[in-house]
């Protein structure tokens, strides 16, 4: 229990940061259960998950950590919700330095944006969750708002909500606007526990990724939901991944796209170098398992280095 999974580091040298990553840890206090596919989830277990890790972060001295978001869980009853995220945010706190954290759909499950940022202690203009920090002069980081658009966290008459609803009525004819049944191949995306970035995030972005290429700055892109469909089921993608993509695209500093959300871990490099690699979900880590790691960032690669069942992998940066 809690030893590297996979590759040997051989750099020989120094990384320029390193930092802890953790996906979907979706704690509550209820009884394991199943997904809707049938796979086991330990509502429990998953918080001493994080506790371990956290330990371990502690022990290797990284300088920050990111939580790729699902704090809790959906299922967790909601007088208690509350009380769930801040005994998992106090965990989190627990780290010697930085946590960023990021909303998922089982976050909005729970409590609205209004009260679910400012515990996250996530930066915040109207309720939006997108913002970017520089941990070294040589790399940034981009956190995207992934239910900027969304039928979730929202008030039921807000824009965003709005927009939303008017996709899932054009794209999912289901009752269930959960439910995939009858959508083939990339249509399978439109579904209600997913979402789309926004314009005027569509317009930060772009003008982040600008300043970071004249600062001569790499930048990793951080989301819950996964950009590109090799390293995901079509039912787990960002509606408007394409979109965003087409902007990621424009500029050659992005060099890596790190999510959650689909459970099970996944790589890929896209047709312009872009890397992109999902996280495997704490909730799923049966007694006595992990799914955690580390990230090393070098001048011309990243390397993961997962715990338990998450596997590890090395980026090397195109140029």
């Known amino acids: 229990m809690g030893f590297p999974n996979g590759i040997v580091h051989a750099h020989g040298k120094q990384p320029l940061v390193s930092f802890g990553v953790i996906s979907d840890v979706q704690y509550a206090d209820i009884p394991d259960g199943r997904s809707f596919l049938g796979v086991p989830r330990y509502y429990r277990h998953s918080q001493l998950v994080l506790q371990r ?21 959906g299922f967790c009853p909601k007088d208690q919700s509350l009380t769930a995220i801040k005994k998992i945010v106090n965990d989190f706190s627990t780290f010697n330095g930085p946590v ?41 980081f981009v956190v995207l708002d992934g239910y900027d658009i969304s039928a979730i966290g929202w008030p039921e008459d807000h824009a965003n909500t709005l927009k939303a609803l008017n996709v899932l009525r054009d794209k999912n004819p289901n009752t269930n606007k959960n439910s995939p049944n009858g959508l083939i191949g990339l249509e399978r995306r439109f579904l209600m526990f997913n979402g789309a970035v926004g314009k005027e995030q569509m317009e930060w972005l772009d003008h982040v990724l600008r300043d970071a290429t004249k600062l001569n700055q790499k930048v990793v892109i951080c989301c819950h939901l996964p950009l590109d469909p090799h390293v995901s089921s079509e039912e787990s993608l960002l509606w408007n991944y394409d979109e965003v993509m087409d902007v990621i695209h424009q500029y050659n500093c ?38 955690f790691g580390y990230i090393d960032l ?17 980026m090397v940066f195109s140029c």
């Not at 390397?303 to 590890?312: A, N």
């Open 100 to 140: 960023y954290h990021m909303i998922g759909n089982h976050c909005l499950y729970n409590l609205p944006r209004e009260k679910l940022l400012p515990l996250l202690n996530i930066p915040s203009t109207d309720g939006r969750a997108y913002y970017d920090f520089s941990p070294i002069p040589e790399f940034r």
């Open 298 to 314: 070098y001048p011309d690669s990243l390397l993961l280095t997962g715990t338990d069942r998450l596997e590890s992998q090395e």
């Open 254 to 291: 992005v060099k890596v796209c790190l999510a959650g959300h689909t459970h099970k871990d996944g790589y890929a490099v896209d047709s312009y170098g872009v890397h992109h690699q999902v996280l495997e979900a704490a909730l799923e880590c049966p007694p006595g398992t992990n799914a």
């Open 53 to 73: 890790a956290v330990q371990k972060w502690n022990e290797q001295k990284l300088k920050f950590v990111i939580n790729f978001g699902d704090t809790v869980d």
